[in-house]
């Protein structure tokens, strides 16, 4: 199936490896990068590698059915993440687990990136907390010419309602985005892209469009 072992052999093991870091690193101190509008933005140092981790602390007003039902809109994620230019679904494998592509608008001269997401949900019925697993995956739609893909790329979502339609948001984020890439950009994609992106999620869940939905598969 495989015709160059080796090279896939190294692809497993990089994948290990970084599950392990992210292990290690959820016990690592976090440094406060932002602090404003109620949305905080941390940074942390990952064994053996020069990207920064980003973490997101912050409070929505919404529903889990009416936060739940705007991630799975990928198309809307053109609207609130940061810097995406194109975002569609490639396959919808349940109500709760769906692949979707993004391409990644970088600065001029830095080459646009773009990444395979398997996007999970699952809700823990006692609690109502959800959890949110997003990890680069390879194939379904094939490299393309004039853009570097991402292969190494792991988000947490951990949403807790708190009460009076309010949601208590840990969000963790790590990339690896290939290529060569200045350290002012990786800071300006750890630090303002996070905060850019938590602030139209906020716009987008205000602005009625989700307010009606009502989700049979998650529990409000």
Same mark, same amino acid.
């Not at 290690?24 to 053996?48: C, H, M, R």
């Not at 007003?61 to 990928?74: C, E, G």
């Not at 990444?115 to 990890?135: E, P």
């Given at each position: 199936?495989?015709?160059?072992?080796?090279?896939?052999?190294?692809?497993?093991?990089?994948?290990?490896?970084?599950?392990?870091?992210?292990?290690?690193?959820?016990?690592?101190?976090?440094?406060?990068?932002?602090?404003?509008?109620?949305?905080?933005?941390?940074?942390?140092?990952?064994?053996?590698?020069?990207?920064?981790?980003?973490?997101?602390?912050?409070?929505?007003?919404?529903?889990?059915?009416?936060?739940?039902?705007?991630? &799975?809109?990928?198309?809307?994620?053109? *609207?609130?993440?940061? #810097?995406?230019? @194109? =975002?569609?679904?490639?396959?919808? +494998? $349940?109500?709760?687990?769906?692949?979707?592509?993004?391409?990644?608008?970088?600065?001029?001269?830095?080459?646009?990136?773009?990444? &395979?997401?398997?996007?999970?949900?699952? *809700?823990?019925?006692? #609690?109502?907390? @959800? =959890?949110?697993?997003?990890?680069? +995956? $390879?194939?379904?739609?094939?490299?393309?010419?004039?853009?570097?893909?991402?292969?190494?790329?792991?988000?947490?979502?951990?949403?807790?309602?708190?009460?009076?339609?309010?949601?208590?948001?840990?969000?963790?984020?790590?990339?690896?985005?290939?290529?060569? +890439?200045?350290?002012?950009?990786?800071?300006?994609?750890?630090?303002?892209?996070?905060?850019?992106?938590?602030?139209?999620?906020?716009?987008?869940?205000?602005?009625?469009?989700?307010?009606?939905?009502?989700?049979?598969?998650?529990?409000?």
């Amino acid at each position: 199936m495989f015709s160059n072992k080796p090279f896939f052999m190294k692809r497993v093991i990089i994948a290990i490896f970084l599950s392990l870091s992210f292990t290690t690193l959820y016990a690592t101190d976090w440094e406060l990068k932002k602090d404003q509008d109620g949305i905080k933005v941390f940074s942390a140092s990952v064994p053996n590698s020069n990207i920064k981790a980003v973490k997101v602390e912050c409070m929505l007003t919404a529903s889990p059915s009416q936060l739940v039902a705007l991630l &799975l809109d990928t198309k809307a994620h053109e *609207q609130w993440v940061y #810097s995406t230019k @194109i =975002s569609y679904l490639v396959k919808k +494998v $349940s109500d709760l687990e769906q692949i979707y592509y993004s391409e990644i608008k970088m600065p001029w001269p830095i080459t646009n990136r773009d990444v &395979l997401v398997d996007f999970k949900i699952t *809700q823990d019925t006692m #609690s109502r907390v @959800i =959890s949110v697993n997003a990890t680069a +995956v $390879s194939g379904y739609i094939p490299v393309k010419d004039g853009i570097i893909r991402v292969l190494l790329s792991k988000v947490n979502w951990t949403v807790t309602p708190v009460g009076n339609n309010q949601l208590k948001i840990e969000y963790t984020a790590q990339a690896d985005p290939g290529g060569s +890439v200045p350290a002012w950009v990786v800071n300006m994609f750890c630090d303002k892209g996070p905060f850019e992106t938590f602030k139209k999620l906020r716009t987008m869940l205000a602005s009625g469009d989700y307010k009606n939905v009502h989700l049979k598969f998650i529990k409000d």
